[in-house]
Nanobody, 125 residues
Framework: QVQLVESGGGLVQAGGSLRLSCAAS????????VGWFRQAPGKEREFVAT????????YYADSVKGRFTISRDNDKNTVYLQMNSLNPEDTAVYFC??????????????????WGQGTQVTVSS
């Protein structure tokens, strides 16, 4: 089992920044990828970004490329999502998730078997 705990959400004005953290514990290993998804009210949960634990390769949704950066700290078993130039469309509950790294399928929600509880991000206009 892998446990994931998110932190860092909050309220920010449009154009501002936030950094989310995802602390992983349990049976973690280098064979995992850890990502972020988000879900706005009335919408499907959508992929945001993922990083592979072994090589640190990153993948992003087109909607956040150039604004969000995903990174990891191996010593702390923590993944970060730095979010810049936020706009009201980024308002959602953000979830951290982990999947076994098979080299593909990083943007597919059902490939992730471990999820955090979510953290609210609200961007005001």
């Amino acid at each position: 089992q892998v446990q994931l705990v998110e932190s860092g959400g909050g309220l920010v004005q449009a154009g501002g920044s936030l950094r989310l953290s995802c602390a992983a514990s349990g049976r973690t290993s280098s064979n995992y990828a850890v990502g972020w998804f988000r879900q706005a009210p009335g919408k499907e949960r959508e992929f945001v970004a993922t990083i592979t634990w072994s090589r640190g390769t990153t993948y992003y949704a087109d909607s956040v490329k150039g604004r969000f950066t995903i990174s990891r700290d191996n010593d702390k078993n923590t993944v970060y999502l730095q979010m810049n130039s936020l706009n009201p469309e980024d308002t959602a509950v953000y979830f951290c998730a982990a999947m076994r790294d098979y080299g593909l399928g990083y943007s597919i929600r059902t490939n992730y078997h471990y999820w955090g509880q979510g953290t609210q991000v609200t961007v005001s206009s």
